[in-house]
């Protein structure tokens, strides 16, 4: 059975959001083979099934999880549409120009720090992680995104300007 913490989040809202669940047959082979239906049990506080660990046969598994899915299909339903509208609007996918404003790529060409900072954050980030045996520079890492988001704060607050923070983020690369 494969555990869907085992896998970023992201990727298993991408593969929910694209999830044909017109059917069981589709939506198992497209979503429920890799997540299993043990992810439904929030979904319906009132609807309660159990899943058994030893069915006895395919078929008997097929029946169980096929009723669990018709119960619940049209809450499915409902959950996928209403996170489509959330990232279509978060992510602004309609290009909506009185959104663009507010989009994470828009506010991050607009504060030259905060891009600047996103983009160091994940080389530095990609480093520790492909060095994983190396405590100092994980330690550097931490110390470096401590010491970046207190300045972050302080700009903030007026504390600093943008081009102080910009120009720390560059020398302390």
Not at 109 to 132: I, L, P, S
Not at 137 to 160: A, H, P, R, V, Y
């Amino acid at each position: 059975m494969y555990f869907p913490f085992q896998e970023k989040f992201g990727l298993m809202l991408l593969r929910f959001l694209n999830t044909n669940l017109s059917n069981y047959e589709i939506a198992n082979k497209t979503f429920f083979y890799a997540y299993g239906f043990e992810i439904l049990r929030d979904l319906d506080k009132n609807y309660k099934f159990e899943l058994s660990s030893n069915y006895g046969s395919n078929e008997n598994y097929l029946k169980a999880t096929t009723k669990i899915f018709k119960d619940l299909q049209e809450n499915l339903i409902d959950l996928q549409q209403e996170l489509i509208k959330a990232v279509t609007y978060i992510y602004n996918l309609n290009n909506n120009k009185e959104l663009e404003k507010y989009t994470y790529n828009e506010r991050l060409k607009q504060n030259k720090a905060m891009g600047e900072y996103r983009r160091t954050y994940q080389q530095k980030f990609m480093q520790v992680r492909k060095n994983k045996d190396n405590p100092i520079l994980s330690q550097d890492f931490e110390t470096w995104k401590k010491q970046t988001k207190e300045k972050i704060n302080l700009m903030k607050k007026g504390k600093l300007t943008e081009d102080e923070v910009y120009d720390w983020i560059l020398k302390n690369k």
